[in-house]
């Protein structure tokens, strides 16, 4: 069904597209500010702290590990080529929308990494399969969890929007090129 309804409004062009993938980041963003606030709460100021020193322990190994999974979350800016004819001053705008978000997602990852190994510290946090529901569980704040779930679903919703948009795109292109039927080159 969800695939359905975002095709649907891929088909509706572009502009309803990004408009609908910025109400989702706004409402991830918001749950994931709601994370850090209940993280600050349950650890206090200096939850922040706690994990820091632990942190130049790490063996290269670990750090090869976690660079690994950071590839994958950090592998969806290539969606952003994927759109270059829908943005006006593709040479200029593409580069730094690829800079702006890689440097908007390390942010954001970070401050969650810090705030989890903060509060709920690398052992509880490597045995959660639903670590931010833990965060605000541990917080006290037992009525978010609900609200995390929702984060959660708007985040795959917003992966699933910029990969029909990307994969739509990526069609044009292969069939313009002949490497699918030009029947798929008619936008």
Do not use: K, N
């Not at 649907?8 to 597209?17: A, N, P």
């Not at 910025?22 to 702290?49: E, N, Q, S, Y």
């Not at 593409?94 to 702006?100: F, G």
């Amino acid at each position: 069904l969800a695939v359905v309804a975002l095709a649907v409004v891929g088909c509706l062009g572009v502009t309803r597209t990004a408009r609908l993938a910025r109400v989702i980041v706004m409402v991830v963003l918001a749950v994931i500010a709601l994370v850090l606030v209940a993280g600050l709460v349950a650890g206090g100021p200096g939850a922040a702290a706690g994990p820091v020193g632990d942190v130049v322990d790490t063996t290269p190994y670990g750090v090869l590990q976690s660079a690994g999974l950071l590839f994958f979350a950090f592998a969806g800016y290539a969606r952003i080529a994927t759109m270059g004819e829908e943005v006006r001053d593709p040479a200029r705008t593409i580069p730094r929308a690829i800079l702006l978000a890689l440097g908007g997602a390390l942010v954001v990852y970070a401050l969650v990494a810090v705030t989890l190994l903060g509060v709920l510290g690398e052992t509880r946090l490597g045995g959660s399969t639903a670590p931010l529901a833990h965060l605000v569980r541990a917080a006290g704040w037992a009525w978010a969890v609900p609200v995390v779930g929702i984060g959660a679903a708007a985040a795959c919703l917003g992966a699933l929007l910029a990969l029909l948009a990307g994969i739509g795109r990526t069609s044009l292109a292969m069939a313009r090129a002949g490497d699918l039927p030009r029947a798929l080159a008619v936008v």
